[in-house]
């Protein structure tokens, strides 16, 4: 069902906040009319922090004025007419506001329709007759709600128990002069003659003694009541704390950890915006029992009696100062990460937001936010509140926002669009810690102050506010990439909240590291498809030189940081981590569409691809990550030569190889390649990846030319497959293992062939005379 139509049955509080979002900025009228419109359109596709995307939020705002003066033209009748001119003045008014600003029309949108859902999704699960059938996450949600309305009432009661309070003590104020009146009249008994003091004086003897009683009375009540006030605060501050730690250190630290884990490549980590709602709630509750506490004060001030309530009450000040200090301090946060591996001289992003700032009025004098660049321990003196003034570790250029204020989304935010590290200065390194382990961090510092507008006359209240960015990993070439991508990976998916900067353990379980590579590849390969359980023992069987085959064996192991990418893998010069990022990287630009359809087995090493394939056809063949190249994917095959049956495997394919001819075309070229593992015909799988042929097709079988002047054959960059045995080759190619174009793993070696480019060319550009007569490989 359309949100739109789910809105509009929304009632009470909720019809009220979904009503709040519209108004001249957006009208609901708009919404109504262009409803289906509205919700087809992709505004979740625009990044609204690049601005880059404005050409997108442009186009969409030209087709909603658009679809508005169609809409408009359709109109027809009286009514229609009033309609007809109401909606072409907003298609003129959202022009007129949002033609130098397209983004914020989309974050507007984006926003509107947001809350829409949250509000309707909330409206169900509480009207759901079976509790049972709510999700976790929406019994979480409602308990907070229903936390949040305790808190109302409570607030409520204590604002009724405040008036009264105020009322009776006015009151008692005026008993108050009035005894005193009646002492003064006492007093003035003394000049009268003595008859007349005798008559006049037990009636005012009388009224003051039982003006007297009354206050004594009164008074004890009016203690009582003030101190019935101070306990239900403070069990309001207990409520009200107990909230803000669920949504602060539950929450709050949630969000984080999930945002940490999408630069893994978890999913995103949403749900910002359903935070900055309940912090805003705490921040409005606050207010009113911070402003309760201080009118409490003020009557205790203006008639002091004797008791505890003084002590109470500045206990109850100084707590709700706290609760108000630590929510504004810990809603200070970083809602787009600069990225983690950042690269000197390279532009760069991060925003800031304050959770509370448009509650707190803030932005009616703005903030500035100033980005520095500090070290590990430098991080780890601030958290301990070291005096770290002034300390960095690089220069940053444009460092320095203010922060602004969104009316139609109700952020306050900082936009840092082009940072840049100018220059790094690193620390001593320790013992074998290169410089892509060494972690910084971004620090983003702020101040601001709130008096009247939001608390009282009397009180500001001051708040130096700073937040720390995931590690950075700092490098100067692009070579270092890989590898400071791996100690990210390793910080963000083993990280736990609220360590010391940057603690990480030094291993883990090996199901916990296959989690966190499965979500990174499966991130950059931009693929369903993620690691199984057989890639993930071929893995475990490469970290840990292992031969066994069982999964089970591997749960209970722990691998290192120094085996996932400090020491090289036996016999090789790379770590665990570069020959699997390697493969990633590959994966992602020559060989995602046969990753998703399942072409590629890929995690397969020499010996079990031979298995495999001995038992098929000739002319099966798989495709698998080379065990002794970064970034290689090589092709092995089962084939016929002269003296047995045996497989093959090609000298592997890198991204070099692929930017000159694509995976599926060079698999069309091989003509002794005829089923892909275990059965598939290779054309019902890779033809809608061959690119249209330039000239007559070429059997790429004939690959070899005699060399008029050494008699010996000329190598292409693929090998043919061995011929048949009844076939008769005249260049005996196949009759020793310890051919030279073969490496000692009996790879064909392209180094020692001709150029691959130069030959694909030729044998394109014109058709070639086979050399064998015609004779098939």
């Known amino acids: ?294 009118r409490a004060e003020h009557l205790r001030q203006q008639l002091p009696i004797p008791g505890p309530i003084e002590e109470l009450l500045n206990e109850l000040n100084s707590t709700i100062t706290d609760i108000i200090s630590a929510l504004v301090t810990s809603t200070f946060i970083i809602e787009k990460q600069p990225p983690q591996v950042l690269k000197t001289q390279t532009k760069f992003a991060a925003t800031v937001r304050l959770l509370v700032g448009g509650k707190l009025n803030v932005h009616m004098n703005p903030p500035q936010v100033k980005a520095t660049i500090i070290s590990e321990q430098q991080a780890k003196a601030l958290l301990k509140n070291e005096n770290t003034r002034n300390d960095s570790s690089g220069e940053i250029l444009n460092n320095n926002c203010v922060m602004e204020y969104h009316q139609t989304t109700g952020t306050l935010s900082a936009h840092f669009r082009n940072m840049s590290l100018k220059r790094i200065k690193r620390s001593d390194r320790r013992g074998a810690e290169s410089v892509t382990e060494e972690k910084f961090t971004i620090l983003f510092e702020s101040q601001f102050s709130v008096g009247k507008c939001f608390l009282d006359d009397t009180v500001t209240l001051t708040f130096e506010l700073h937040t720390l960015s995931l590690p950075v990993v700092v490098i100067v070439h692009g070579s270092q990439d890989n590898n400071a991508t791996a100690t990210v990976l390793w910080d963000n998916a083993f990280a736990e909240p609220g360590r010391v900067p940057f603690l990480v353990p030094d291993k883990v379980l090996w199901p916990q590291l296959c989690d966190a590579i499965n979500m990174k590849y499966k991130a950059e390969v931009q693929s369903n498809r993620g690691l199984s359980e057989e890639n993930l023992v071929f893995l475990a069987q490469k970290a840990f030189s292992s031969s066994s085959n069982n999964p089970d064996d591997y749960r209970s192991m722990t691998m290192t940081w120094s085996q996932f990418n400090r020491e090289s893998l036996p016999g090789r010069n790379f770590t665990f981590w570069q020959w699997f990022d390697g493969v990633m990287e590959l994966t992602k630009k020559h060989l995602k569409p046969h990753w998703n359809d399942g072409a590629i087995l890929g995690f397969v090493n020499k010996q079990q691809a031979q298995d495999m394939l001995m038992s098929k056809p000739n002319g099966t063949f798989l495709l698998r990550f080379s065990d002794s190249e970064i970034g290689g994917i090589t092709i092995a095959w089962v084939a016929e030569n002269p003296n047995k049956r045996m497989v093959w495997n090609l000298m592997p394919y890198t991204t070099k190889d692929f930017s000159i001819r694509s995976l599926a075309d060079r698999i069309s070229d091989l003509n002794h390649l005829l089923f892909l593992y275990p059965d598939k015909p290779k054309d019902e799988v890779f033809s809608k990846y061959y690119t249209p042929p330039l000239s007559k097709a070429v059997d790429v079988s004939d690959f070899s030319n005699p060399d008029p002047t050494s008699g010996n054959p000329t190598y292409m960059d693929q090998g043919a497959s061995p011929a048949p045995v009844n076939h008769h080759h005249p260049y005996n190619m196949y009759q020793n293992i310890a051919d030279p174009i073969l490496d000692a793993e009996g790879e064909f070696d392209l180094d020692d062939t001709m150029d691959v480019a130069r030959h694909v060319e030729e044998l394109l550009r014109r058709p070639v005379e086979s050399q064998w007569g015609g004779q098939q490989s």
């Open 1 to 294: 069902m359309a949100v739109w139509i789910q809105a509009q049955q929304l009632q009470g509080d909720a019809l009220h906040q979904m009503q709040s979002l519209y108004g001249q900025h957006f009208p609901i009228e708009v919404r109504h009319y262009l409803s289906h419109w509205i919700e087809s359109q992709l505004w979740d596709a625009i990044d609204l922090e690049n601005p880059q995307e404005e050409f997108k939020a442009k186009r969409l705002l030209d087709s909603l004025i658009q679809e508005l003066q169609n809409k408009a033209e359709h109109q027809v009748g009286e009514d229609g007419f009033l309609l007809k001119i109401k909606l072409g003045h907003y298609a003129n008014q959202l022009k007129s506001t949002y033609d130098r600003c397209p983004l914020e029309l989309v974050r507007c949108i984006k926003h509107i329709l947001y809350t829409e859902q949250r509000l309707v999704r909330e409206a169900t699960n509480s009207s759901s007759p079976v509790g049972g059938m709510l999700d976790s996450m929406s019994q979480k949600y409602q308990q907070i709600n229903q936390a949040f309305e305790e808190l109302r009432l409570l607030t409520q009661d204590t604002e009724n128990d405040l008036r009264k309070l105020q009322h009776n003590q006015e009151y008692f104020i005026i008993q108050y002069q009035e005894s005193l009146r009646i002492q003064a009249q006492l007093s003035s008994l003394a000049a009268l003659p003595p008859a007349d003091r005798q008559l006049r004086e037990p009636t005012l003897l009388s009224k003051r003694a039982t003006v007297e009683a009354w206050l004594t009375r009164e008074a004890n009540t009016l203690q009582k009541y003030r101190l019935d006030l101070a306990e239900k605060h403070q069990k309001t501050l207990q409520l009200l704390r107990k909230q803000q730690t669920i949504i602060l250190d539950d929450e709050l630290i949630q969000w984080k950890r999930r945002q940490q884990l999408a630069g893994n490549g978890g999913p995103p980590e949403g749900g910002l915006d359903i935070l900055q709602s309940w912090c805003e709630k705490l921040a409005e509750t606050i207010w009113q029992n911070r402003q309760q506490i201080r």
